[in-house]
């Protein structure tokens, strides 16, 4: 069973590992640092994942047109990939099933833009293949701002009415994590197709990754979910709440 105490494992395991090679180059190089922190998600993700998903970073074509890079791009093995070489992978839009942007830090400065960056992308794959098929996400591994209500409104603006443009997941340090909910949990009255925010206690990067693995093979996350996530659930743990609207 899947415990608190697990996923703040989670956490730490991944607060350790996201330092190392600035431990050994300090600011010899900030690009490596980063990348580095990139593929700390990317081995996570592809220590869980089923064979059928790869995980590597590159960019979606689709026609003529290319998208912005991806940091994380999760894409089905079962598809042709037009170019790899290592981590780097160039896919056609069909065979995208997640993108992850990550940031070393997000502060008040960045944040518009970078979930700007998030949807664009997003943008490029549904419009071409319907929304739902893929996971879209934002992860940071620190966060300087504290007013959740400006994140939530970043978020519903970027998506622009669109659903198309709707982000899934972010997760905001080491304890600030928002979903989207087509229908929220939770007993009535309640408001469907929403953002909702959490404070979750140095577990906010364990509920990021389990949402992807929820996302991605839904039938076995969600029969076996006792094991996926803690029982105690996040619910009572919500700050905030902004509502889609889609627009006609």
């Known amino acids: 069973m899947a415990s608190t105490d697990y996923f703040k494992s989670i956490t730490a395991e991944i607060s350790s590992l996201k330092n190392r090679v600035r431990h050994l180059i300090n600011n010899a190089h900030w690009p490596t640092d980063g990348e580095w922190k990139e593929s700390v998600v990317r081995t996570i993700l592809r220590r869980h994942l089923p064979k059928q998903y790869g995980v590597g970073r590159g960019f979606i074509l689709a026609d003529t047109d290319t998208s912005r890079q991806v940091d994380v791009l999760i894409y089905d093995t079962g598809k042709p990939i037009l170019h790899q070489d290592g981590e780097l992978v160039i896919v056609t839009s069909d065979a995208v099933r997640g993108i992850i942007e990550v940031k070393t830090k997000i502060t008040n400065a960045v944040i518009a833009e970078t979930l700007q960056k998030v949807a664009d992308n997003v943008e490029f794959v549904n419009r071409r293949h319907g929304y739902g098929s893929c996971f879209h996400g934002l992860f940071s591994y620190e966060w300087e701002g504290r007013d959740i209500g400006t994140v939530l ?96």
């Open 153 to 248: 409104t970043q978020i519903r603006d970027v998506a622009q009415g669109s659903e198309s443009r709707r982000i899934n997941c972010v997760s905001l340090g080491r304890s600030h994590f928002i979903r989207f909910w087509e229908r929220p949990p939770g007993p009535p009255p309640k408001t469907n197709n929403v953002w909702r925010a959490y404070q979750l206690d140095e577990m906010s990067p364990a509920y990021f990754l389990h949402n992807v693995f929820e996302h991605l093979c839904s039938e076995s996350v969600l029969a076996n979910s006792s094991l996926w996530f803690p029982s105690e659930g996040k619910e009572r743990s919500q700050i905030g709440e902004i509502q889609f609207i889609q627009r006609h």
